[in-house]
């Protein structure tokens, strides 16, 4: 068992103005440990929070500057927990911070560079690298990947996404069962066997939660994502298992209401914008606290999900994510002061092991098998499962003479083959029944006394015996036992079946977080969602892009262009194209070198054989004996060989790199043109509202919207968004919304009258009719020239 306290660590994003320098501070104290002083500035000192303090001083295992890299964090931080996971322990990494912190830059990655991947990618690779080289123990790798919004869960892997919308699915549930095991119901859990499947679910996960995100409402500042990877491990022959399970965790961002007092001050109570973040702390206060006994896990979802990794059974770290930016001083001291509660937290980590009945089953049944050969060689007969007639006679004559012998000292000889003694046995109490003799105390304890007296000729049959006997009660235990677990499993398939429209109160069936894959999924998801392989994953991408581009008309085609040619995300399409095409020509020139090298070394391998026959043919035809001396040239031709090996190997590390990375560029590209898409369709329908609002467009230009639209501006409207209904806003686009556009002056609006075609705004539907898209993209080139007169 590893006792732990949770890990708390720092991570602070890179400003993007330079007068933000000055508001914190990085010092060690005398054990190094580093703390993190936030000051406050001083025109924000009066209004915030009561007490006047000036700075806050915050300890961290380790705190993470600007400037730490992807991989610095993936050393320090991840590869410890993988190490864990590896060694059968639990691991839990959780990302904690406000809203464009870098929870998703830290967990996932960013969006652009392959140098940007994060931890989950990172820790694929690395754990995927580490089971390739261990090949004396047996591996299984699960991914699943569950998304919490609004306290209901969501399987982001399930392959009906793509048909069905997301309130459609059923949704994935919680429960505990009499041990207080928590199960989770409709998370399906995917085999991958390599680290590109393992990496293609992620993608698939992270555009499935992507599509469902309108943009009423940016979910993925409000909802939480646990990737989770189970790895079973077992060695050859033996029948325990190992059970490990990583999650890790993008929390909902942690930003809070505050609550205005008069003029404007903030008060210090401010509520979480997220009710689970809330519960969560709640659960995080109650385990900081001694003497608590109850922790109130049950509140909601997520602190359910991670209750073993909240002062449980795993090894967890947290990471507080931080953008020191003034306007964000009183939430950084918020994830700061959270962290130090967290940090609090005692948890115990034990392996995981478990028996396998099945295994077992076969286990002893060889070993039954060997037993009973070895009891053949000592016997010298081989035994088979009964008696055969003619030794059963032989048995009865035996029997009948010993009792009618009248000598007291005669002896009953059957040998040592236990099956001839039961049946001697089972013969005489049938005798005794049959004939009811009288005195049957004194010929029964005759026959006992005469059995007990029967010396055992072997030590070693009678330890056979024994060990036979105990191997077979084992076996009928097992089999019990599976046939409960078997009958446990029906009833939770049937169970499932019954309530799967419910969200977040199922009560029933056993569906283990983390064993027997195939178990988890739902009795209607049939077991085809383990056979998607690679190339399903991504043609499931690849489907959505275009099933959506043949669906356009060829007016909104044109728009798609004109979008696209100024869409910032384009230019990093574009971008990781180029990226692409240069690592595509590397690999190709790569492989070549390597088939080069190849042939170079077979060549060298030919060559070297050819010298060192002709040396013997040499000493042969000379008749010396081979030269002491070192032939130099074949000396050369080896050290040659070395060398061209050496070359090969390196070229092949970097061959399998590049590999990856392009599959993970392709992923990216991939993710990329579906945003991209998404987005112009929400563009689309916001021009055809505006153009249905304001036909005949006298004063279009006043609802013009600039686009592309930066990340800056799409986070502002988010968050003006963020603040409306949302508990419908799950739906799949096109949903046009309200949002305030940018006033401009109306004096080019004559011009833009003759430009656009008329027509009666209530007949504009948003989507579909083609002679509507044309108008729609009228509307659009005209506001465009418009703009570029303007300019
Ligand atoms: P969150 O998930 O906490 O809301 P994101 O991870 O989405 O925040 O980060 C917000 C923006 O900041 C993204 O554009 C991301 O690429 C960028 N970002 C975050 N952290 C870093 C970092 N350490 N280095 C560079 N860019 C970062
Ligand atoms: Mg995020």
Redesign the pocket.
């Known amino acids: 068992m590893v006792k732990q306290t949770i890990q708390i660590f720092a ?4 400003t993007v103005r330079k007068q933000q320098q000055g508001i914190y501070s990085i010092d060690e104290d005398e054990k190094l440990t580093p703390s993190l002083e936030i000051i406050v500035p001083h025109d924000l000192a009066d209004g915030f929070v009561n007490n006047k303090r000036e700075s806050y001083k915050f300890k961290f295992q380790r705190i993470f500057d ?1 400037g ?3 991989e610095t964090i993936f050393e320090n931080i991840a590869k410890p927990v993988a190490e864990s996971v590896l060694a059968g322990y639990n691991g839990t990494i959780f ?1 904690y ?12 990655g ?3 560079r392959y140098s ?1 991947r994060g931890i989950i990618p990172r820790t694929l690779s690395y754990i995927f690298e580490q089971l390739q080289k261990d090949s004396s123990t047996i591996y299984t790798t699960r991914i699943s990947y569950l998304e919490i919004y609004n306290e209901c869960g969501y399987d982001l892997l399930d392959p009906r996404h793509e048909a069905s919308s997301l309130e459609d699915l059923p949704k994935v549930t919680v429960f505990e069962d009499p041990d207080q095991n928590i199960h989770l119901k409709n998370l399906s859990l995917h085999q991958a066997a390599t680290e590109e499947e393992a990496l293609n679910l992620l993608f698939l996960g992270d555009t499935n939660r992507m599509i469902a995100e309108t943009p009423m409402n940016q979910a ?2 409000r909802s939480h994502c646990i990737f989770s990877i189970h790895l079973s491990s077992k060695e050859p022959g033996s029948a325990t298992v190992r059970h490990a399970k990583l999650h890790l965790v ?1 929390l909902a ?1 942690s930003e809070r209401v505050a609550k205005t007092g008069v003029g404007g001050q903030l008060l210090t109570e401010a509520k979480y914008i997220n009710l689970s973040l809330h519960y969560l702390e709640q659960v995080i206060i109650a385990l900081s606290e001694k003497h608590r006994s109850h922790i109130p896990y049950r509140n909601s979802m997520m602190t359910s999900v991670l209750r073993d990794s909240l002062g449980g059974n795993c090894m967890t770290t947290m990471i507080a ?1 931080l ?1 020191l930016e003034k306007r964000n001083i009183d939430e950084s001291i918020s994830t700061c002061r959270f962290a130090q509660r967290v940090a609090l937290i005692k948890n115990e980590a034990v392996l995981n092991e478990e028996i396998d009945p099945r295994l077992m089953i076969i286990r002893l049944q060889k070993e039954i098998q060997e037993l009973k050969d070895e009891l053949a060689i000592v016997t010298g007969e081989q035994r088979t499962e009964a008696l055969t007639d003619a030794e059963l006679l032989e048995l009865e004559k035996l029997i009948t003479s010993f009792l009618e012998d009248q000598d007291p000292e005669s002896r009953l000889e059957v040998g040592t083959d236990m099956r001839k003694i039961h049946h001697c046995f089972h013969y005489l109490k049938k005798l005794l029944n049959d004939k009811k003799i009288h005195g049957k105390s004194t010929v029964s304890s005759e026959i006992k006394d005469q059995d007990c007296q029967e010396p055992l000729k072997e030590e070693e049959y009678k330890k056979l015996r024994d060990l036979l006997q105990q191997r077979d009660n084992e076996i009928n235990i097992l089999v019990n036992m599976l046939k409960k677990e078997k009958k446990k499993a029906q009833d939770a398939l049937h169970s499932s079946g019954m309530d799967r429209s419910e969200c977040g109160h199922s009560q029933s069936s056993p569906f283990h977080l983390g064993t027997e894959g195939l178990r988890t999924l739902p009795s209607s998801a049939p077991t085809q969602v383990q056979d998607v392989n690679t190339f399903g994953y991504r043609s499931s991408l690849l489907h959505r892009k275009t099933v959506m581009r043949e669906e356009m008309s060829l007016g909104r085609q044109e728009a798609f262009e004109i979008f696209k040619r100024d869409h910032a995300d384009s230019v990093t399409i574009e971008d990781n194209k180029q990226i692409l095409k240069q690592r595509f020509s590397e690999a190709k020139a790569l492989g070549e070198s390597i088939n080069e090298t190849r042939s170079k070394i077979g060549r060298l391998k030919e060559e070297i054989t050819q010298r060192h026959m002709q040396q013997v043919a040499l000493g042969i035809s000379e008749n010396v004996a081979m030269p002491s001396m070192p032939d130099l040239l074949e000396e050369k031709l080896r050290s040659q060989l070395e060398e061209e090996k050496i070359r090969y190997k390196m070229m092949f590390t970097r061959l399998k790199a590049l590999k990856v990375e392009i599959e993970h560029l392709q992923l990216l590209m991939d993710k990329a043109k579906v945003k991209l898409q998404k987005e112009f369709e929400a563009w689309w329908a916001e021009e055809a509202t505006s153009l249905q609002v304001n036909s005949p467009a006298v004063n279009s230009l006043n609802h013009m919207k600039p686009f592309p639209q930066t ?1 800056e501006s799409q ?1 502002e409207r988010s968050q003006l968004l963020c603040n409306q209904s949302d508990v419908n806003a799950r739906k799949i686009l096109p949903s046009p919304c309200p949002i305030p556009h940018s006033r401009e002056p109306s004096s080019t609006s004559a011009s833009l009258e003759d430009s656009i075609p008329e027509k009666p705004a209530s007949s504009i539907p948003l989507t579909g009719d083609s002679q509507t898209d044309s108008d729609i993209l009228a509307f659009i080139k005209a506001r465009q020239s418009i703009l570029q007169k303007k300019r």
Not at 97 to 108: A, E, H, L, M
Request: charge should be positive; hydrophobic fraction near 20%.
């Open positions: 991570r602070v994003k890179p600007q730490a890299n992807q990302a911070g406000q809203t464009g912190s870098g929870k998703t830059f830290t967990i996932t960013g969006a652009e940007d993925s500042t993008d961002g994510t953008s990340p986070r």
